[in-house]
């Protein structure tokens, strides 16, 4: 009698933790759920769900519709941490980092004019380690919107602010995260986003607020910190790669007296003048990339892009961008109103940018209906001309000696080649931390080949350059950056 009582018992147990796993993986709201996606054929290595998370606009105004699409770690989800993306601008859509750097599809351009871009397996997607949440923020920017467009007016602070509500509110959606390991990343204008939002997260916990988030660290790509640094990076960094002369360099630094970002010298001016003039022509997100030449702007390619098998209706294959990025030359981000890309281009014609698959397809009456993006989010581009955004967080130097002491994990890595945020700038505010090295600077190896270098620091504090890559690290090194994460994530040795 024994024998039965205890194979009872066992079932009942079973059907117990069955039920548990049920609950525990269906918590999710199944109404977000991804199941499919114009373009790409076949099934998900992982859930995708995507949505919206509504909150309060404050001071009686309508609430802000924050857009997210969430892809779920194809490994295993879980245990595997959580990862926030954020692209910068500031004002520019996450799907920046989901179409063209590591998510979880890689994009071929429509064949012909009406057709979708083909979608197929990124096999170096961070989902192949994490979950990761792509979040258009503020409102206004992506899908995100807001039904009174006085929302839009908005700087880091409230940025911040917002997201951190976001983050709050996904994870009472998607309570079986809770328990997760949870860290931000970004790249360019997302070095402001990030640090001010962890600061908050960090504040959020330390007061009680439910739930509490498993916040364990953050990393920042080619971004943005201080106006100093970042506005002194640009002459070093060109003279060091071989793109201006000894003697423009060193009349630059006679005249401006090693102050390139904030002079009052005319002299200083001319000698940057020069300077520009002869860095004129190259793709300032990564210099050793051809610039494709959008068909509007000009009625005649120079014959070195037509030997390249490029004309005046045709990119190159390689998509490469402006939008999505931080400043042009010489313009560090100072405190108060931001001029937004689109408000740039009215005046400044920068070459090197394509951005047509994700706008194609992000536009698709189909596409919006399977990842439910709402109509009144109007149409999608890549980074929005509708905000007012202040720069109010100052420099990110404190933020980061703050949270750092609060015993947070930080990678701030650089593509070496990018000069829109050169890792001059960013190697220089890293050391000024005034942190004892703990791993002097060396290279660190993918699959047998020097990938980079790096300079660990105390306090979990990390600087990491990837080698030939540009501003946005993930589409021009997917492999390395694949690796470099993963390693990161799982707290191992780089």
Known sequence: MEKPRLMFLIIILLCMLCCFININTEAAPQGSLVTSLPGFSGSFPSKHYAGYVTIDGGDSQPSKNLY?????????????????????????????????????????????????????????????????????????????????????????????????????????????????????????????????????????????VKPVINFKGYMVGNGVCDRSFDGNALVPFTHGMGLISDQLYKSAEVEC?????????????????????????????????????????????????????????????????????????????KDGLIPLWPQLLESVHVPCIDDGVATVWLNNKQVRKAIHADPESGEWSLCTGNLRYYHNAGSMISYHKNLTASGYRVLIYSGDHDMCVPFTGTQAWTESLGYKIVDEWRSWISSDQVAGYIQGYANNFTFLTIKGAGHTVPEYKPRESLEFYSRWLQGQTI
């Open 68 to 208: 997210y699409y969430f892809v779920a770690s194809e490994k295993n989800p879980s245990v595997d941490p959580v990862v926030l993306w954020l692209n910068g601008g500031p004002g520019c859509s996450s799907f920046d980092g989901f179409v063209y750097e590591q998510g979880p599809f890689n994009f071929d351009a429509a064949k012909q004019e009406g057709e979708l871009p083909t979608l197929h397996l990124n096999p170096y997607s961070w989902s192949k380690v994490s979950s990761i949440i792509y979040l258009d923020s503020p409102a206004g920017v992506g899908f995100s919107y807001s039904a009174n467009t006085s929302n839009y007016e908005t700087g880091d602070l409230q940025t911040a602010f917002d997201t951190h509500l976001f983050l709050l509110k996904w994870f009472e959606q998607f309570p079986e995260f809770v328990g997760n390991e949870f860290y931000i990343a970004g790249e360019s204008y997302a070095g402001v986003y990030v640090p001010t939002l962890a600061s908050d997260v960090d504040k959020g916990n330390k007061s009680g």
């Open 257 to 333: 007296k090693g102050n390139y970002y904030n002079y009052s010298s005319s002299n200083c001016g001319l000698a940057l003048n020069k300077i520009e003039k002869a860095l004129h022509g190259l793709n300032i997100y990564d210099i050793l990339e051809p610039c494709y030449h959008n068909p509007n702007t000009s009625s005649e390619l120079p014959e070195s892009f037509k030997q390249l098998g490029t004309s005046n209706d045709k990119s190159l294959s390689v998509r490469k961008r402006m939008f999505g990025r931080a400043w042009p030359y010489r313009a560090p981000v």
